[in-house]
């Protein structure tokens, strides 16, 4: 092993999307009646306050033309227990047929926006979209967070929503990954020890 000390060889590689892992989720959108939904690896929270999140789309693809007419779109975490469902709505399209049907995926009715969130995600957060960029392959959409819903099965006696319990998945350069042991917590570098026993496990 390498001391910390002790450099190592460097590589040079072209420009790319090397930021990786990232979360790669199950996108849903249109209506109850006539939805459908797309794996985007290119999300990410944006701001706080207020919630936003952006997702990256091809301008090919069928949501991207869905999103730009309603505004509006679901995301849906995925699961362990969703891993092919995700990967396949991924290499589906939407044109040719309808995933939530052909998966056996249900539809739940959302809080605040009109397309339907994925059942069997253990998270959804509606979305609003307040802004549209283009930016090459994709563009992105910026939306404001407007309601989030989480299975019961998650929340604990304290009302505490347990997100390790999931089993969320990640995505890097074209392979899935599960999340694995937690390393720490925000904070446990100066936490002291009393804390770090109780939280570590």
Not at 46 to 51: A, I, L, R, T
Not at 69 to 86: D, P
Not at 139 to 151: L, N, R
Request: charged share 25%; net charge neutral.
């Amino acid at each position: 092993m390498r001391g910390r000390g002790e450099k190592m060889g460097k590589r040079i590689f072209k420009p790319s999307a090397m930021l990786n892992p990232v979360p790669v989720v199950m996108l849903s959108c249109g209506t109850m009646k006539d939805s459908n939904i797309i794996t985007v690896a290119w999300a990410g929270t944006v701001c706080s306050e207020p919630p936003m999140v952006s997702v990256s789309i091809r301008k090919e693809r069928l949501s991207h033309k869905i999103i730009s007419e309603t505004s509006e779109f679901v995301i849906n975490l995925v699961g362990e227990s969703l891993a092919k469902e995700c990967d396949y709505c991924g290499v589906k399209s939407g044109r040719d047929i309808d995933k939530f049907e052909q998966l056996s995926l249900s539809k739940l009715e959302s809080e605040e926006v009109k397309c339907p969130g994925i059942e069997q995600s253990p998270v959804r957060i509606e979305c609003r979209v307040k802004s549209v960029t283009e930016l090459g392959t994709h563009d992105m959409f910026v939306a404001e967070v407007v309601s989030v819903t989480v299975d019961d099965a998650y929340i604990d006696e304290s009302d505490k929503f347990n997100m390790d319990k999931t089993n969320l998945i990640c995505y890097s350069h074209g392979e899935y990954y599960s999340l694995g042991k937690m390393l720490g917590f925000f904070g446990y570098s100066v936490a002291a020890p009393e804390v770090l026993k109780r939280r570590m496990r």
